[in-house]
């Protein structure tokens, strides 16, 4: 059993949700600032799993945390789709007229920027955590400043919410990947999806052979994101994602990924969550 997590951001986060209802409230949690802060606590031992954001429906990918799972040899042992509706909160006693700066994480700032088109008296202003910034609203008792977060942290601090689902696309999902150090121990019946990073040569048709393979072997490519390598100019890396109903063409596909690609890597194999 799991019994410490890290999380970035403070309780009433997202991240904080995901790991009460992937762990089921089990898990005491660790809340860290970034993420790099979150993978150095477990590589150093101090917990045992990480909860990290990857992708959102309205966002994209969240490219510098693919690089973190690589450069840190991480494993992925499971995902969890988290509905994220984001409402904008202050002080009580407070409206919307009243409001004129909003502190959020920048993915959530982005979500919901036509809402704010609405309001030009509001200048909008990248913060590190959403829950965070409720929490010191709460804490400072700061005027004339609004969050963007989860109902949850509304609650925590003691905010009141002056706009509920502020986000430009109302069913708007994140995918958040469950990180440890270490492979799980799960029987091959339970595993029909996998993450992967590889490289390959600048050649016609490279990546198109890849995917004959894949298709070949009967996976199910649910995502792909290439990732330029740093000291290799016009180089890129592919994170991709694969489902599949038989372990074993998975693996017959492995096999032959690896002899045709440069830097192969399996990045976890995990049971898939509905979106």
């Known amino acids: 059993m799991i019994k410490t997590v890290a999380i970035q951001g403070v309780k009433g986060s997202f991240h904080h949700i995901v790991s009460q209802q992937y762990f089921k409230s089990q898990a005491h949690i660790l809340e860290c600032l970034t993420f790099d802060e979150a993978v150095q606590s477990l590589i150093s031992g101090k ?8 992708e959102n429906s309205i966002a994209g990918s969240i490219i510098p945390n693919y690089a973190l799972i690589d450069a840190h040899y991480l494993h992925i042992v499971g995902e969890h789709y ?17 409001v004129k700066e909003v ?9 919901c920027k036509e809402f704010f088109k609405k309001f030009p008296h509001i200048k909008l202003i990248e913060d590190k955590d959403t829950a965070e ?4 609203i709460q804490s400072k008792n ?4 609004a969050a963007i977060a989860s109902k949850l942290a509304s609650e925590l601090f003691n905010l009141n919410i002056l706009a509920e689902s502020i986000q430009t696309i109302k069913h708007n999902e994140t995918r958040f990947v469950i990180l440890k150090k270490e492979t799980q121990d799960n029987l091959n019946g ?9 490289e390959l040569e600048h050649q016609r048709g490279s990546l198109a ?18 990732l330029p390598k740093m000291e290799t100019p016009w180089k890129y890396a592919f994170f991709v994602d694969v489902t599949f109903d038989v372990y074993e063409d998975y693996k ?13 890597k399996i990045l976890g194999e995990y049971k898939k969550a509905k979106p």
């Not at 988290?82 to 009243?98: E, R």
């Not at 910034?133 to 010191?136: D, I, L």
């Not at 700061?142 to 400043?145: A, F, L, S």
């Open 252 to 264: 017959k596909a492995i096999s032959i990924m690896e002899i045709m690609t440069e830097d192969f």
């Open 133 to 136: 910034v409720a929490q010191r």
């Open 103 to 111: 502190y959020s994480h920048p993915m959530a700032l982005l979500q």
């Open 47 to 54: 917990t045992e799993a990480v909860v990290m954001a990857l």
């Open 209 to 226: 052979a890849m995917l004959n393979v894949m298709s070949d072997c009967k996976l199910n490519l649910t995502k792909i994101q290439s």
């Open 82 to 98: 988290l509905d994220v509706q984001h409402h904008l909160m202050a002080l009580p006693n407070q409206s919307i007229a009243n």
């Open 142 to 145: 700061i005027k004339g400043v």
């Open 190 to 198: 339970d595993i029909n999806k996998a993450s992967i990073k590889f």
